[in-house]
């Protein structure tokens, strides 16, 4: 079963690998996600678990991120990227997707990428997001969804609770009927990722 605690530690044990293994494999989606998102000048971006920071390098440099992961070991990563690659200032913290320590209506631009099949409860994470986003905020996440494909629908129903009892990722993830219950707006989905096995869901928030 996929817990807070199994979660956070697995990548604090791995976050120093985490590159190597995961920056080639999931190495496409992260720049067409900010491309996407297209934050306006001055805007302050909420990145929801930015893990060891892959995406800080992308932003433009006139905008602000605020980005948060649950596990100390990625965010120490995260802050060297901040340092070193990173164009625009970068502000990092601990905290958790599924409960944000944010006010209601706090954010214009959110990203999240690779991170709600790892959240133990991505409705709770999905919620959050829209809880703290204002009306007309565009949120661009990257995820892997519900395959439409029966051969790929019987392919996860097998591994799906393999990999959750393993304490891994889900792989059941109706995401964009989740965002259409919350009322998103102009969702667009594309494929990304090594063997196209992510697609890049942006949307905007219902005013
Ligand atoms: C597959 S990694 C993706 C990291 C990064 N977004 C990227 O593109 O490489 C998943 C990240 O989600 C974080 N995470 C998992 N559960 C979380 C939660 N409940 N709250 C915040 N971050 C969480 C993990 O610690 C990890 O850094």
């Not at 989606?29 to 900010?34: C, D, S």
């Not at 133990?120 to 999905?126: E, L, M, Q």
């Amino acid at each position: 079963m996929i817990t807070s605690q199994s979660i956070k530690q697995t990548y604090d044990r791995f976050s120093s690998l985490y590159d190597l293994v995961f920056k080639p494999w999931l190495g496409f989606g992260r720049n067409r996600a900010v491309e996407l998102l297209s934050p306006s000048p001055g805007a302050r971006v909420l990145e929801i678990g930015v893990g060891t920071g892959l995406s800080l390098e992308h932003y433009p440099p006139d905008v602000e991120v605020l980005g948060f992961d649950y596990s100390f070991g990625m965010l120490k990563e995260s802050q060297a990227k901040a340092k070193e690659q990173s164009h625009c200032p970068v502000n990092l913290m601990q905290m958790d997707a599924q409960s944000m320590a944010f006010a209601d209506n706090s954010f214009d631009y959110l990203m999240s990428a690779y991170v709600l099949t790892v959240v133990p409860d991505p409705r709770k994470a999905v919620s959050e997001m829209f809880r703290v986003a204002r009306p007309g905020a565009k949120v661009v996440i990257i995820n892997y969804i519900c395959s439409k494909n029966k051969l790929m629908g019987i392919i996860e129903d097998i591994f799906h609770p393999v990999f959750a009892r393993l304490g891994l990722f889900t792989l059941k993830h109706d995401l964009p009927g989740l965002l259409k219950q919350h009322g998103a707006k102009d969702i667009r989905i594309e494929p990304t990722s090594f063997l196209r096995l992510h697609h890049i869901v942006s949307f905007t928030v219902p005013a």
